[in-house]
């Protein structure tokens, strides 16, 4: 079995809905994705994606320019089964400009890409490949965003998820840039306390910071007493990544738990983060860790130091299709986050995307064929290529 073509897509489309961004002239959460497509001489092919997060596209630009010109003339020609070995092929050669971020940005979208053709060729679901399939469902919370200028329909977009039965809803960030979450501890509270109060007590909370705003570790413990009387499940990402001592100071004092890793790239990352204590809760995202089969790895780590992790999802339907999968393949995977602001490459990128991801009282089904499981509607990805 042989590689036959690498093919990257450069995509773009904004998170909530349109009316939001013309209401309010702003540009809201970057939308930038890069979508990878491999193609086998046996007319096998698989898809991945990564998730590069930048405002104007740079990052995307610049990981389909590491995909085309350093990783695709490495593995053409090559088997796809031979993942692992490929990635680390593809690792060492970003030594010199990006094994920390840019470099696993790009090798994310590849190596799911190829562990979705070798699950294929086995005719197997890729959590099979991975190890084996230990569960049919897995609870979701949903992820939604603060409308900071509106709690009361804030709290009320989580609602339907309660009688839904998902095991939580995690609310982050801020409809745009200019009103975060996290400025104003005041309001922030206000925020918290009405949420909760239209969704009761029987779900679980979640507060995710975002990098809208730059806390120290000091403030970030101010804020975690404030909310803490609301029964909040975890506290996301309230310093930057960089601060690790601070992360490793907060998490010791904190009353919440606090979670951080969707900024981490690769293992080394998430051992530092292990071995200092920095978070409580793990946050490895598929698309931007290093791909499906490395962040398998990273999670098996996670299990031999005995530490929770819940992977992050907030990107395309792609990514959605190989968290899955991840989850499904291991004993101690327990939740998986679900987006549920509107975006096309969450709702149209799949074909039958209904069918595909099923679910039943707030629990997503494993779904059994091949690969991710998924089908890509290519007239989709041609609508929003961007290059």
Request: net charge negative; charged share 25%; proline share 4%.
């Amino acid at each position: 079995m042989r590689i036959k073509s690498v093919e990257s897509f450069v995509v773009h489309s904004q998170d909530t809905t349109k009316e939001v961004h013309e209401q309010r002239n702003v540009g809201g959460h970057s939308g930038y994705f890069v979508l990878v497509h491999i193609k086998t001489e046996e007319g096998i092919d698989g898809w991945g994606e990564c998730a590069t997060g930048s405002d104007y596209g740079e990052g995307a630009f610049a990981a389909k320019e590491i995909i085309d010109r350093a990783y695709s003339p490495r593995i053409i020609g090559k088997d796809p089964r031979e993942f692992k070995k490929l990635w680390n092929i593809l690792y060492t050669s970003t030594e010199k400009y990006g094994q920390h971020d840019i470099g696993v940005l790009a090798l994310s979208g590849v190596d799911t890409a190829l562990v979705d053709i070798s699950s294929k060729e086995y005719s197997v679901p890729a959590c099979v490949l991975l190890g084996g399939c230990v569960t049919k469902e897995i609870p979701l919370y949903a992820s939604l965003l603060f409308d900071m200028d509106d709690p009361c329909e804030t709290a009320a977009k989580g609602k339907k998820y309660v009688s839904d039965h998902y095991t939580g809803v995690k609310y982050g960030w801020g409809m745009v840039a200019e009103k975060p979450f996290g400025r104003d501890f005041k309001k922030d509270e206000e925020m918290v306390r009405t949420i909760r109060e239209i969704l009761g007590y029987e779900i679980k909370l979640m507060v995710d910071v975002g990098r809208y705003v730059n806390m120290s570790s000091s403030q970030a413990l101010q804020l975690a007493k404030r909310i803490t009387k609301y029964d909040v499940t975890w506290f996301e990402e309230p310093l930057p990544r960089d601060d690790t001592e601070g992360y490793s100071s907060l998490t010791s004092m904190s009353p919440i738990p606090i979670a951080a890793g969707e900024g981490y790239r690769g293992i080394q990352d998430f051992k530092r983060a292990i071995i200092n204590r920095e978070v409580d809760l793990l946050q490895p995202d598929v698309s931007k860790a290093g791909g499906l089969s490395h962040t398998k790895t990273i999670v098996e780590l996670a299990h031999s130091f005995n530490r929770s992790w819940v992977p992050h999802n907030w990107s395309t339907a792609i990514n959605t299709a190989a968290t899955i999968q991840l989850v499904a393949s291991t004993p101690d995977g327990y939740l998986m986050e679900y987006k549920q602001e509107p975006n096309p490459l969450i709702d149209r990128l799949v074909k039958r995307s209904g069918e595909v991801f099923k679910i039943r009282d707030g629990k997503i089904q494993v779904p059994e064929s091949p690969g991710l499981g998924i089908e890509i509607d290519e007239n989709v990805v041609a609508e929003f290529n961007v290059a």
